[in-house]
């Protein structure tokens, strides 16, 4: 079972709709969560990030994290054709000098 | 606002030949990494680096590869004898804040081995 499990879509959506993205994870001991927007042939971008368990909001953007069910999530509203991009969970053990184990990234197009 | 720079952003090199890639983090930051991403697959963490000692290093990371601060404001990677599967993006990114681990990276440089 590989530790972090993101589906690679690609998913196409129409401008405006409501986008949920998830990763399911193995390894208990994660606690940060990170989502990051990567566009093509560039460097990820820090989205948001979380520790442990709940909900983080940040303008149009929700970061949900499920430790129970190793379940993370981010939902954006009234998506934007800028918004089209690789999105990448990523998470990590402990804070600090820590490494990230990332995903393998959903690519998102938003359909104007 | 501050950002991670990287040079050069493409590197062409033939197999068997040393590279160094370079990496400006963000001035107040205290740990730094690198990772790469071989085209179509996921981010892989290479190492990291705090108070100029390697904090932690992947399998990837083996006696090819070395890290170096030079000074008060680089961090490079060195391969010293390039492989075909050494070709991938190589991203460098640096943490400000020991609490946490909101890690910043730099646009990648895209190394060729030929």
């Known amino acids: 079972q590989k530790e972090v499990e993101q589906d690679p879509g690609p998913l196409s959506v129409p401008e405006g709709a409501i986008v949920s993205l998830n990763c399911t994870y193995s390894?208990?001991?994660?606690?940060?969560f990170m989502w990051y927007r990567q566009y093509s042939r560039k460097g990820p971008e820090l989205l948001m990030y979380?520790?442990?368990?709940g909900n983080k909001e940040d303008g149009r953007f929700t970061a949900q994290v499920d430790k129970s069910s190793k379940y993370i999530s981010l939902f954006i509203r009234d998506s934007q054709p800028s918004d089209s991009a690789t999105y990448l969970c990523?998470?990590?053990?402990?804070?600090?000098?820590?490494?990230?184990?990332f995903g393998t990234g959903t690519r998102l197009t938003i359909i104007p | 606002e501050p950002e991670v720079t990287q040079t050069p952003s493409h590197q062409v090199t033939q197999m068997g030949q040393e590279v160094i890639l370079r990496c400006v983090p963000i001035?107040?930051?205290?740990?730094f990494y690198w990772y790469r991403q071989i085209l179509g697959q996921k981010v892989e963490f290479l190492v990291s680096?705090?108070?100029?000692?390697?904090?932690?290093k992947s399998e990837i990371f083996d006696d090819q590869f070395s890290v170096e601060r030079p000074d008060g404001s680089n961090f490079t990677l060195k391969i010293r004898s390039t492989k075909l599967e050494d070709s991938a993006m190589y991203f460098c990114?640096?943490?400000?804040?020991?609490?946490?681990?909101?890690?910043?990276f730099g646009p990648g440089t895209r190394l060729t081995v030929l």
């Open positions: 990114a640096s943490t400000p804040d020991p609490t946490n681990n909101e890690q910043f």
């Open positions: 390894n208990s001991a994660f606690q940060y």
């Open positions: 979380t520790y442990s368990s």
């Open positions: 990523a998470m990590s053990v402990d804070f600090g000098n820590e490494k990230l184990t």
């Open positions: 001035s107040n930051h205290l740990y």
């Open positions: 680096f705090y108070n100029n000692e390697i904090s932690e």
